[in-house]
Structure formats: C-alpha cells, structure tokens
C-alpha cells in the first residue's frame, strides 16, 4: 500500500527539472516508450519491490529511469508483458493519430483560407473567375461577363479609370483590357445600393485581330463556364474631381470602352447635375455596324442633354439597324481640324478647364494627339490637330 501511495504522489513537477537535458535529445517514440514503461512500474501489484525505484525515479536521470522500468518490466509475468505490449502499441497508435490529425486539420485550414484569397480579384496576383455570360456584337467582337469579388478602397473622384490584366497561361502572356463599369466605388452614394456588393459583374469588350494572340484566346475560351485568370484593377487615369470644367473624350473603334468606363462612373452617382462636369463624346467608327454600345450612349445623351454632348462620325454610311435609325450622325468621313476646332475649341477659348482623353487605334491618336512614346504607358510629344489647337501636354492624355 506504502509503493501504491507513492506512486500516486509522482507528478511531473518532481521529476521534469532532473530530466529536461535528457528530454530534450530523444526521439517522441522514446518519450513514449518511457512514459509507458513509468506507468507500468507505477499500476504493478504491491508485492513487487518498487518503493525504492520510484523514490529514485524524482532524481535520476532519463536514461537511468529508462533502464529502472525496463528492468521492472521484464521482471513482470508473462501476461503482465503481453499486457504492456499491446498498451504501448495503443498508445503509440493514439498519439500518432492524434498528430496526423492536428497536421490534417492546419493543412485543411490553409487550404481552404488560401482558396478564399484566390477568389478575391488582387492588383498583383492572378486568380481564376469564372465566365458566366458571352455573346457576339460583331463577327469579330465579343462581350465577356464575369463576376468579381473583392472589397476595394474607394477613390474620391469620378474622373478615373481603370485596367485589368487578363493571362493566357499557355504562352505566359497578360494583357490589360478595360472593363465597361470600374470596379473601384468612388466614395459617393450609387443610385443601386447593389453596387455597394463585394461581388460584382464586370463586362469585357474583346476585339479579335488575326495576330493577336490573347484576343485569340479570349474568343476561344468565352464559353460561359469556363475561366478567366485575371488581376486588377490597375488604375489607368485620374484626375481631382474640382480640376474639371468639360471633358472631352475623342475615341475610335474598342477605344469607347474608357470613354464608357468613365459615362457610368460620372452618371451613376447619387448627386446633383450641378456638381456634374461636361462630358463631351466624339466617336469615330468605321460602320454602324461595327459601332458598340450606341443604345447606351443615345440613352446618356438624352437623360443628360445638358451635361453629355455626343457626336458621331461614320466612315461609310450604310443601312442602320432598328438599334441606331434613330441616332444622329454628325459627319460621314473623317475626323478634321476644322471638326475639332468647331466641336472643342481653341486652348482657353473660353476660360473652362478642360481635359482631352484620346483613345483608339495608333493612327487615330498619332494624327489627334502625337503618337505615343516607345516605354510602357509613356505619353510621348503632344502633337497633331490639338497642339495645333494650342493645348499643353497637362491638358491631353492617350489611353
């Protein structure tokens, strides 16, 4: 009764500051081995001799106490050994399950939190959305919806615009493309409380080009279901919103895609028409028939005929559509000095601030603005029909 009392007495306290050196070297299945074997000194029969050993036990060494309990062990009947054997196999099973499980559980967590940030669009990272609607506006263009999720900081202005960047993995290529509505709020109030939502829609305009490989691609894989890797957004332009009395976008071919950008980020504000600037349009397009969105623009023209002046140029004029019978063509040819000197005006004519964007093909801008500089974004001379007009760098920008 004394070897059972002592026992009972044994706690790690006593003997773990005696041992922490020898703890520290050995391997889990040892420190199992030995817990084991200290439980089986400790749960023996009375009549076995072990006050003695246990008494040593508080002091002695690890290796010490290693050698004490095995020498207990195999005094112990053949039964009793059969007995010790399979609790140290149960007990080496529980603790390695109890192990593997602990390591699942991180992984799976990890995992599953690495998945969550993956769905999220970031600038610098690509991650994979899914395609939940397509279809073609002409044989050679088509419109790509893709819902986005992500929380961005909004940017307290109207006048901005911004990029995302699409990857084609099997070349390793990206591409930025500019999606008709901005992802990024503008600190205002919307009209839509939806567009609050941390998941949005956003749509793509892609134009296929016979040696584009990305446009290529694009229209290969816009079956709804499929995905998408892209990250963004990337801010394209911005100006302050108390810098800008009248903006005047000049834009050709898939290059309306910013000018509508910019339409809707200005209209779709909870505000009054006087903190609104001027926006006037001049897109310049081949046919009607290759002409986009011209619905929507006729829409924001005559909701805001105060505000949105817009004025379209055809190449050829050809048969319209039910879309377009009712829209106004300003001019069948192209785009002149007199156009631009008529519709926009001289530098400081007036005395408003104004601000030019230009976008479109790069003999559209090298003939408005001066053609752009050779390095990434680079803005290049200003030139053509506007520094004829008398504008300052400062005053034009080409997207």
Request: contains cysteine.
């Amino acid at each position: 009764m004394q070897a059972v009392g002592l026992c009972k007495q044994i706690t790690p306290d006593m003997y773990a500051p005696s041992i922490e050196n020898q703890l520290a070297s050995h391997s889990t299945v040892e420190m199992v081995n030995y817990y084991h074997r200290l439980f089986l000194v400790c749960s023996a029969p009375p009549h076995y001799p072990r006050t003695k050993n246990l008494r040593l036990a508080t002091t002695r060494t690890y290796s010490q106490l290693r050698y004490q309990s095995t020498h207990h062990s195999r005094s112990l009947p053949e039964d009793r050994r059969k007995q010790s054997s399979w609790s140290l196999i149960l007990t080496s099973t529980l603790l390695v399950a109890v192990t593997s499980g602990t390591i699942w559980s991180y992984q799976a967590a990890s995992r599953e939190q690495e998945q969550k940030k993956k769905k999220h669009i970031r600038t610098h990272q690509y991650s994979p959305f899914e395609i939940n609607h397509s279809k073609l506006l002409t044989p050679d263009t088509a419109l790509i919806e893709l819902d986005i999720v992500g929380t961005l900081d909004p940017i307290d202005s109207p006048f901005y615009i911004e990029s995302v960047y699409l990857k084609q993995p099997a070349l390793q290529i990206e591409r930025p493309y500019t999606p008709l509505s901005s992802l990024t709020p503008s600190g205002l109030p919307p009209k839509d409380p939806a567009e609050l939502a941390s998941k949005k829609t956003i749509e793509l305009l892609v134009k296929r080009y016979q040696d584009g490989d990305m446009s290529t691609y694009l229209h290969h894989v816009r079956k709804p279901g499929n995905q998408l890797e892209i990250r963004g957004p990337v801010p394209t332009w911005w100006s302050p919103k108390d810098q800008i009395d009248e903006l005047v976008f000049i834009a050709a071919g898939t290059g309306i895609t910013p000018a509508i950008q910019l339409i809707r980020r200005i209209f779709h504000q909870q505000t009054t028409t006087a903190n609104l600037p001027k926006f006037k349009l001049i897109y310049l397009t081949r046919s009607l028939d290759s002409a986009y969105l011209l619905d929507e623009l006729q829409k924001y023209q005559s909701t805001y005929p105060e505000l949105m002046t817009f004025k379209l140029l055809v190449d050829q004029c050809v048969n319209q559509t039910s879309v377009t019978q009712n829209l106004k063509i300003d001019k069948v040819g192209r785009l002149t000095l007199s156009d631009l000197r008529k519709w926009v005006g001289n530098h400081n004519q007036d005395g408003t601030k104004k601000m030019i964007l230009v976008c479109g093909p790069d003999s559209l801008i090298c003939a408005v603005a001066g053609c752009k500089g050779r390095g990434y974004n680079s803005q290049g001379d200003l030139g053509g029909m506007l520094k004829t007009l008398g504008y300052s760098s400062d005053q034009v920008f080409k997207l």
